[in-house]
């Protein structure tokens, strides 16, 4: 088989690597050669304990990926328009993907949540 742009992408390819290794690895922290350790670690994170009910799951989809049910739970309680400033700054802030047409209904599934 005919592969006419091999040879150009592996060239590329090692164009990039060269670049990555001239920038990522300089010279003076490891001798010219030798090959990197790459290693892992493995850590313990502490059970989750607290769900939120069913009727909260548009607070479930748009809230825990980030943090836990419990950091939104133990927070006294807002008002209405606390919580849409909350949702407003974890958009701003933190770049959260909630989509504005949502927010009426998270504002009310939080209230409910703080009943
Ligand atoms: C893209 C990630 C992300 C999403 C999604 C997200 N948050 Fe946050 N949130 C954060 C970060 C980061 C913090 C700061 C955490 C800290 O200080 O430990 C935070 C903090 C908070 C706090 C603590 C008070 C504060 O203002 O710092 C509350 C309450 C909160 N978020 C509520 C929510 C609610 C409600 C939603 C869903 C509408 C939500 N978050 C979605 C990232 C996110």
Request: proline residues 7%; hydrophobic residues 40%; charged residues 20%.
């Amino acid at each position: 088989m005919m592969r006419p742009f091999g040879s150009i992408g592996a060239l590329a390819a090692v164009a990039l690597l060269s670049g990555c290794e001239r920038y990522a690895t300089p010279e003076s922290l490891r001798g010219a050669g030798e090959p990197i350790a790459l290693t892992s670690q493995s850590i313990t994170l502490p059970d989750e304990t607290v769900t939120l009910p069913a009727s909260a799951e548009i607070v479930t989809v748009n809230c825990t990926a980030c943090h836990s049910p419990d950091l939104i739970l133990s927070q006294p309680r807002l008002k209405p328009e606390q919580w849409q400033a909350e949702i407003t700054k974890m958009r701003s802030a933190y770049k959260a993907t909630i989509d504005e047409k949502d927010d009426g209904k998270i504002v009310a599934a939080l209230l409910a949540l703080q009943k």
